[in-house]
């Protein structure tokens, strides 16, 4: 299984559609969570970082759920360009190696037509 | 401005030869990493250093090296070894794990 797990998509939508993606996530002690957005061809980027209690940036809203293991990114209203992979990205800190590293899923591509 | 300077932007190699990717941040971070990208997948770890003069092996280590002799520097060598090196390779840096990482823009590598 997985350490990080996201429907590839991809999702075609309408502009000014709202659109959930989810991602689940295997390791309970993972600690940090964010989703990062990829442009095709060029560096991931942090989209925003996610946090039990909700967050929201703009059209973006970011939730997760511990105890399901699970992490969802909402966004309202889609641009044209919000077309991109996302990401689904998670922080483990592993006693017994001392390894500290983000471990990313394979990402749901995303394309908002006009 | 600091950010993270990846060089070649596209590199070439010939079978059986060793390359180094280029991976430079003036972002005073500490912990710096490589990851590898191939088509419709993932970012898989190479390598990590969290420090200077430190480094772990990642998830797919095997044929690749690395070095951290400076805070700055965090430079990958694809050794013959490494079997099918054809791929995306993605340097990253991060302050804190808090804050995430900021990313290079990446060097394609092709083996002709």
């Known amino acids: 299984r997985k350490e990080v797990e996201q429907d590839p998509g991809p999702f075609n939508v309408p502009e000014g559609a709202t659109v959930a993606f989810n991602c689940t996530y295997s390791n309970s002690a993972s600690q940090s969570f964010f989703w990062y957005r990829q442009d095709c061809r060029k560096e991931p980027k942090l989209l925003m970082s996610?946090?039990?209690s909700g967050n929201e940036d703009g059209r973006f809203t970011a939730q997760l759920n511990r105890a399901s293991q699970y992490i969802s990114l909402l966004i309202r209203d889609s641009k044209l360009s919000d077309s991109a992979t996302y990401l689904c990205?998670?922080?483990?800190?592993?006693?017994?190696?001392?390894?500290?590293?983000?471990?990313f899923g394979s990402g749901t591509r995303l394309q908002v037509q006009p | 401005d600091g950010g993270i300077t990846q060089s070649p932007k596209y590199l070439f190699r010939k079978e059986g030869q060793n390359v180094t990717l280029s991976c430079e941040q003036n972002l005073n971070h500490d912990a710096m990493y490589w990851y590898r990208q191939d088509p419709g997948q993932g970012l898989r770890l190479i390598y990590y250093s969290q420090i200077v003069n430190d480094f772990q092996k990642g998830d797919i280590a095997e044929g690749y090296s690395v070095s951290r002799e400076k805070k700055e520097s965090f430079p990958l060598t694809v050794t013959s070894a490494q079997k099918n090196p054809t791929a995306f390779y993605l340097c990253?840096?991060?302050?804190?794990?808090?804050?995430?990482?900021?990313f290079g823009s990446g060097t394609r590598l092709t083996v002709v």
């Open positions: 996610v946090y039990s």
């Open positions: 990253a840096s991060s302050r804190d794990r808090d804050y995430g990482y900021t």
């Open positions: 990205v998670v922080f483990t800190s592993y006693m017994d190696t001392g390894r500290r590293a983000l471990t």
